[in-house]
Every structure is written in C-alpha cells, then in structure tokens.
C-alpha cells in the first residue's frame, strides 16, 4: 500500500495504523497519530484500516515555547 | 499565588523549553525560575524517536504543570488537529492556541484563530489564545469561550519588549477581571516588571532565558522580575508628576542668615 508518512511517500504492507507504527518501530504512549488530518486516538489505531493514500501524521512531544 | 483555570499556580511566569543549550541546562533553569508551567510542542516523530522519549522523560521529571502549543500551524484545520493530538498526548485541556498569519512577523492570524478557538472551546478545551493587543479581536475571543488573553508585547523572540504600552494599559483597564499574560517579545527582565506593574497577571517567554549566555541566571532573574513587578503594582505606585516635590520634610527647618 501506499502511504505517506510525515511526509515522506512509504510502501509498506501494513492494514491498520497500529500495524504501521509497530513495523515503522514507532512504539510509546509519548505518540499521537493522525489520518488525512483527523486524530485518531490510541485506542483505536489498531482497529483503524488504512487505505491506499492515506496521509499519516506520527507527532511526538518537542520543545516549545 | 496566581489563580489560573481553576489552578492555584506558585508563579507567575510561564516559560518555553526551546533553544536550550542543553536539556540539563533547560532543567536547571526551569528550576531557577520558580515557573510551574512549561510550554512544550509536538513535532513529526523521527525514526526510532528515543530523542523524543528522552525529552518527553526530562519534563515529566520536571513536575510542573504542561501547556502544549500549536506553533507553527498556520491554519484552522492544522491548529484544531494537533491540539486534538496534544491532548492525548499530554492529558491536558490547557492549550496555547497559535494560528500564525505572517511569516515575517509571525503575527497571529486572529480572523483563524477566533475561529480555531470557538471549535477548540465547544470541545473542552481551555484555550489561551496567543494574540495581538487588539481590543476587538481580545472581545471575539472571550465571546468565543477563552477566559484567558495571552497578547504579544512584540514580535516572538525580538526581545524588544513591550512596543506599545498604551494598547497593553488599555487592554489591561478593559478586560479588569480577564486573566492576561504577555506572551512573546520579552527581551530583559525590567520588560517583564515593566508589564507587570502595568497590572498584567502573567508572563511567558522563552527566548530571552534560553539564548542568554547563562539561561540559569536569567531564568533566576525573570523570576525576581516578575514578582517585583506583582508587588509593585499590588502596592499602588507613585503617579509622575512635573514639578519636584522635597522628600525630607520642610518643617522645622533651621533658617541661617
């Protein structure tokens, strides 16, 4: 499937979101994800099936002011 | 003590962790500071993401209360999500609303961000939108559910300090109930005192602490800054006045011919 993630266009076999973060080794409860500009929640990343084209936000905390 | 959204905060300044020279020293400043809220970001997770870990493991060890941003987002859609995001992230509601309009100036897009912060209010956010020292825009805001303002003094990171005082008194004896803190444009700690006797509650800045040679330091002296600046205006200043006025007394004063 094609993908992008974080901006970078990806082809990679995973169905759910949960299933891309694992194979992308993106694991921690520091993690927030979106899809076509819509949080989805950690609850629900594994049940989320992803679809060709797909734009994936995976944000983690940063320094801010 | 500072009351804020229904928390009860030792300090009065808020501040970033961004530009550090190191975490340690990001650490310590925090520390010297006093500050109970630190501002933090989201950004794209890397490959791997330990360094994030890291960071996200170095603020928690800090124990002050978190106020996630939405730097850099320059519309609605981007600023709603990723306080969505942010919110799942850092279990908090608070969010400081950023919905940039220019680039140069990185002044707000109020029209965006009035817009941003009525969806983010109906959805339980509590939003402390960063804004200009606009009367107008600071009403449309507090119609769109903000019960804080957090206005510029001037442009983020110039260090200019406040650039118009007038718009900051005014904005002050309008909104006498609205919590207010100068958000961006801090440069030295007499600004942060200055706005403080102006009757502000509150001050946030980053750069100011985490570019100076030694941010401990400044962080320490912000801290003092700010309180002298609440006492000041607590304790009801001295109006200037034209004309001099003897400060020892007159009477009973010898006369020699």
Same mark, same amino acid.
């Given at each position: 499937?094609?993908?992008?993630?974080?901006?970078? %266009?990806?082809e990679? =076999?995973a169905?759910?979101? $949960?299933?891309?973060?694992?194979?992308?080794?993106?694991? /921690? *409860?520091?993690?927030?994800? %979106?899809?076509?500009? =819509?949080?989805?929640?950690? $609850?629900?990343?594994?049940?989320?099936?992803?679809?060709? /084209? *797909?734009?994936i936000?995976?944000?983690?905390?940063?320094?801010?002011? | 003590?500072?009351?804020?959204l229904?928390?009860?905060?030792p300090?009065?300044?808020?501040?970033?962790?961004?530009?550090?020279p190191?975490?340690?020293?990001?650490?310590?400043?925090v520390?010297?500071?006093?500050?109970?809220v630190?501002?933090?970001s989201?950004?794209?997770?890397?490959a791997?993401?330990?360094?994030?870990?890291?960071?996200?493991?170095?603020?928690?060890?800090?124990g002050?209360?978190?106020?996630?941003?939405?730097?850099?987002?320059?519309?609605?859609?981007e600023?709603?999500?990723?306080?969505?995001?942010?919110?799942?992230?850092?279990?908090?509601?608070?969010?400081?609303?950023?919905?940039?309009?220019?680039q140069?100036?990185?002044?707000?897009?109020?029209?965006?961000?009035?817009?941003?912060?009525?969806?983010?209010?109906?959805?339980?956010?509590?939003?402390?939108?960063?804004?200009?020292?606009?009367?107008?825009?600071?009403?449309?805001?507090?119609?769109?559910?903000c019960?804080?303002?957090?206005?510029w003094?001037?442009?983020?990171?110039?260090?200019?300090?406040?650039?118009?005082?007038?718009?900051?008194?005014?904005?002050?004896?309008?909104?006498?109930d609205?919590?207010?803190?100068?958000?961006?444009?801090?440069?030295?700690?007499s600004h942060?005192?200055?706005?403080?006797?102006?009757?502000?509650?509150?001050?946030?800045?980053?750069?100011?602490?985490?570019?100076?040679?030694?941010?401990?330091?400044?962080?320490?002296?912000f801290?003092?800054a700010?309180?002298?600046?609440?006492?000041a205006?607590?304790?009801?200043?001295?109006?200037p006045?034209?004309?001099?006025?003897?400060?020892?007394?007159?009477?009973?004063?010898?006369a020699?011919?």
């Amino acid at each position: 499937m094609k993908l992008i993630v974080n901006g970078e %266009a990806l082809e990679i =076999d995973a169905t759910t979101l $949960a299933a891309l973060l694992a194979a992308l080794d993106h694991e /921690g *409860d520091w993690l927030a994800t %979106a899809v076509n500009s =819509d949080l989805v929640h950690r $609850a629900n990343r594994a049940e989320f099936r992803l679809s060709d /084209g *797909d734009r994936i936000e995976i944000l983690s905390p940063m320094q801010g002011g | 003590m500072f009351e804020l959204l229904g928390t009860t905060l030792p300090s009065r300044l808020l501040l970033g962790t961004a530009q550090y020279p190191s975490p340690a020293i990001l650490a310590d400043a925090v520390k010297a500071s006093g500050t109970s809220v630190v501002t933090v970001s989201l950004r794209r997770e890397m490959a791997g993401g330990r360094a994030d870990e890291k960071f996200w493991s170095l603020i928690r060890a800090l124990g002050t209360r978190i106020l996630p941003n939405t730097a850099g987002c320059h519309s609605v859609k981007e600023a709603v999500t990723t306080a969505n995001m942010a919110r799942e992230v850092f279990g908090t509601n608070w969010i400081k609303l950023e919905v940039i309009g220019n680039q140069d100036t990185l002044q707000p897009d109020v029209f965006g961000l009035v817009e941003a912060a009525r969806i983010l209010c109906e959805d339980g956010f509590d939003v402390l939108p960063y804004t200009t020292d606009d009367l107008v825009v600071a009403e449309r805001l507090l119609d769109a559910g903000c019960k804080v303002l957090m206005p510029w003094c001037a442009p983020i990171g110039s260090a200019l300090g406040p650039v118009n005082i007038m718009a900051l008194r005014s904005m002050r004896g309008h909104f006498p109930d609205v919590p207010l803190i100068v958000d961006a444009g801090l440069g030295r700690p007499s600004h942060a005192t200055t706005v403080m006797e102006l009757g502000f509650d509150a001050v946030l800045l980053n750069t100011a602490v985490a570019r100076a040679a030694d941010p401990v330091g400044m962080a320490r002296a912000f801290g003092k800054a700010v309180e002298a600046g609440r006492e000041a205006f607590c304790s009801g200043m001295l109006e200037p006045r034209d004309v001099a006025v003897p400060s020892t007394p007159t009477f009973g004063r010898a006369a020699f011919r």
